[in-house]
């Protein structure tokens, strides 16, 4: 089985790398000639365990290769980005469209084409579809047109599009059932045959489900700071029912997926989807909320503060992915407010970026804002050396402990910093 994906990015390339590892020749689409041209030389330009290995096998085994136009194939899937409309918050079908338009010229009847971009609720039936039917293509019958969201986690995507569940809707059911026939080739989790509608909106909901919680806890957070309490220690009391999982606060939510998707229902529906706005409007505070009481900390422990070390800019945790990271917010918040602030995030290899010495040199501040497991332990005896303030504001909670010289400010203790 000859197979085309149309985007090489966090889902795409995987996904070909998978395909490729199963035996199918997978030509893999993109637009960036850059991107195409690592590739070709077996290079992954995203940084996810196992990545490398397979794309640099699959080119070196000659089951994969790139291109910056689509080629005829059995299958062709589409995993371009959908942003949300800032106008009214509705999905961007405009790529996924592009995508579409550009195998026209070599789809033949028969095909399987598969829609894997989070897209809102109708979308396969009431843009995709017509697309394929305006060049006489009978849906169901000679060509087979699905959505199969993908639902992995950063850092551990080879693994979860092998072994998670995934979801399979089609136009009709014989859309549907072939192509949960192409997935059948690598996936191991179940495969749940539905129709596309439901697919657009159980991952819309999945992504939603999280954004709401998360809001949640930012929004106690929040509270906390306002009313004098240890928002983390709440947390984990409140957790030990046995029915409460209370999540995490942090800065703010990045991603694709998290930070995205709600729109996409709430653009639909708007006088009805209340809470999921009202979480995404919570969430989209919390950088304003970071950089507020960055200013009332450092007003109290270090009136001249010049220099904030911001450690972290990924949105996940030992990744380079900076989609949607609030930490760009809080960067841009912090300049304008005066402060000299610099960026150190071992997952990047950018030339901006300082190595930890450099980053915290005379700085008043390390300002987490990733999780990286670099950062739960770091070279406390260089920020002794080289700090200013021996000041650390965690808003990521991941430290437990400092020395009795370092000071740490996470959620559980801010409102002591801050009245």
């Known amino acids: 089985m000859k197979i085309c994906i149309v985007g090489q990015g966090y889902i795409g390339l995987p996904t070909a790398a998978l395909f490729a590892k199963s035996g199918c020749e997978v030509v893999g689409v993109d637009i960036n000639k850059e991107i195409i041209e690592k590739l070709n030389q077996g290079i992954a330009h995203i940084e996810e365990p196992g990545i490398s290995d397979s794309i640099k096998n699959a080119v ?3 089951h994969y290769h790139a291109s910056l136009t689509p080629e005829e194939a059995d299958t062709f899937i589409i995993t371009v980005p959908t942003p949300y409309l800032p106008e009214d918050l509705s999905c961007d079908l405009s790529y996924v469209i592009s995508a579409c338009n550009s195998i026209l010229p070599v789809l033949k009847k028969g095909n399987v084409v598969i829609i894997e971009s989070t897209i809102a609720p109708m979308s396969t039936d009431e843009v995709i579809k017509p697309i394929f039917e305006n060049e006489g293509y009978v849906i169901g019958e000679d060509l087979y047109l699905a959505h199969c969201p993908e639902r992995v986690l950063p850092g551990q995507i080879m693994e979860e599009l ?7 809707g089609g136009i009709t059911e014989e859309c549907t059932k072939k192509a949960a026939d192409v997935y059948r080739t690598f996936v191991k989790g179940e495969i749940i045959e539905t129709e596309a509608k439901t697919a657009e909106l159980s991952k819309c909901m999945e992504n939603t489900f999280r954004d709401v919680n998360i809001a949640l806890a930012n929004e106690l957070a929040k509270i906390c700071a306002e009313i004098g309490v240890n928002a983390l220690d709440v947390i984990e009391m409140a957790n030990k029912h046995p029915r409460v999982n209370i ?91 005066g402060y000299e602030v610099v960026i150190h ?11 930890f010495d450099d980053a915290i040199k005379d700085s008043s501040m390390i300002l987490i804002l990733s999780d990286h497991n670099q950062f739960k332990d770091m070279d406390y005896d260089s920020i002794k050396r080289n700090m200013k303030t021996k000041l650390i504001f965690d808003t990521k909670n991941i430290i437990k402990s400092v020395p009795e010289d370092v000071t740490l400010v996470n959620y559980g203790n801010l409102y002591k910093f801050i009245h």
């Open 60 to 62: 070196d085994q000659g």
């Open 162 to 168: 092998v072994n998670n569940n995934r979801i399979v």
């Open 247 to 337: 999540h995490s606060p942090g800065p703010g939510v990045g991603g694709h997926c998290l930070a995205i998707d709600p729109y996409f229902i709430y653009a639909k529906a708007p006088e009805t989807a209340k809470i999921i706005k009202l979480a995404r409007d919570t969430n989209n505070s919390m950088p304003g909320f970071v950089i507020e009481n960055t200013g009332k900390i450092l007003s109290k422990l270090d009136k001249d503060a010049e220099k904030i070390s911001v450690f972290g800019v990924a949105y996940k945790g030992n990744t380079d992915d900076a989609r949607e990271s609030p930490a760009f917010e809080i960067i841009a918040g912090l300049k304008a407010a």
């Open 345 to 355: 995030d071992p997952h990047f290899d950018n030339p901006d970026y300082l190595d």
